[in-house]
């Protein structure tokens, strides 16, 4: 599975790690209990919403990074953060 060469703009890395972040800061492991038909899936579904430029094997490795970001943000951030800083362009300075 190769993402190597994809690079996809750093504004949309920046949105997606945004949202990573918010929904691992609302998530909470009884929310089942509090919204019986909440699925992590569709948080992951709007956390990938900028990336749509994105390779299908680039998305389907986010797609198993994100949700452990979400649900244990503390254990899984670093390598989701670090998986989509590997596909965004480098910023340029102005």
Not at 65 to 74: F, Q, Y
Request: hydrophobic share 45%.
């Amino acid at each position: 599975m190769s993402t190597k060469n994809q690079m996809i703009d750093r504004e949309k890395v920046d949105d997606a790690l945004q949202r990573i972040a918010l929904a691992a800061f609302i998530y909470y492991p009884e929310v089942r209990l509090d919204e019986p038909a909440y699925q992590v899936d569709q948080d992951v579904e709007w956390c990938m919403y900028p990336l749509t430029d994105l390779s299908t094997d680039a998305r389907a490795t986010l797609r198993e990074l994100i949700p452990l970001a979400i649900v244990d943000p503390s254990a899984h951030r670093q390598e989701a953060f670090a998986a989509l800083i590997a596909l965004s362009e480098p910023r340029t300075h102005r």
